[in-house]
């Protein structure tokens, strides 16, 4: 039952093929510097733009990281375990979370780190292990992040304190998975899949 009701509630968003198109798009151009397409951007020369954009990667991941992993479980757990009111208070100051970290950390987190790549290593196609920490990057945004911003972004649930915890439980452990390999990646400089 629960399922027909959120297959009617899906077909009955007349904006979805819209939002299905913003998806698309975003995940077409993330994927491009995979393919080898750069930025055409480069970083001014000099020690101090470098390590300025290395601090600012690293904040950004940091901060990232941090709200992903105690903030969804805070929120997942006041949404199953509180009243509705508390509930839907939780699923709002997570949408704020979302639009306020989520959002702008999984954009400057990395084009920072193609800045750098490009600059202390001659791109991804000399790094397996900077190509791979971004595709796993590029996979969580297409199964958590980019649908996450957009749904949270749209607000259409806002009343319904349960509506997508066990999806974005689900999708939050899959990205705690991929995190924890970019991680490995960046710190051991290992490459599975690029190598």
């Known amino acids: 039952m629960e399922a027909s009701a959120t297959m009617s509630r899906a077909s009955d968003d007349p904006g979805r093929f819209f939002w299905y198109g913003v998806y698309v798009l975003i995940m077409a151009v993330s994927a491009l510097?995979?393919?080898?397409?750069?930025?055409?951007?480069?970083?001014?020369?000099?020690?101090?733009?470098?390590?300025?954009?290395?601090?600012?990667h690293e904040l950004a991941a940091f901060l990232f990281f941090g709200h992903t992993v105690f903030s969804n479980i805070w929120a997942m757990r006041l949404r199953l375990t509180q009243g509705p009111e508390i509930g839907v208070w939780a699923r709002g100051f997570l949408r704020k979370?979302?639009?306020?970290?989520?959002?702008?950390?999984?954009?400057?987190?990395?084009?920072?780190?193609?800045?750098?790549i490009d600059r202390g290593f001659g791109g991804l196609s000399n790094t397996p292990w900077a190509w791979d920490a971004y595709l796993a990057f590029w996979v969580m945004a297409g199964v958590s992040l980019v649908p996450d911003i957009i749904r949270y972004g749209r607000n259409r649930n806002a009343g319904d304190a349960r509506h997508g915890v066990v999806s974005g439980a689900v999708r939050g452990m899959i990205a705690l998975v991929l995190t924890l390999y970019i991680i490995l990646c960046m710190v051991a400089k290992i490459s599975i899949f690029a190598s």
């Open 33 to 56: 510097p995979l393919f080898g397409f750069y930025l055409p951007v480069q970083l001014p020369e000099g020690r101090g733009a470098y390590v300025t954009t290395l601090v600012i």
């Open 97 to 116: 979370l979302a639009l306020g970290i989520t959002f702008p950390t999984s954009v400057i987190i990395p084009l920072s780190g193609l800045l750098l």
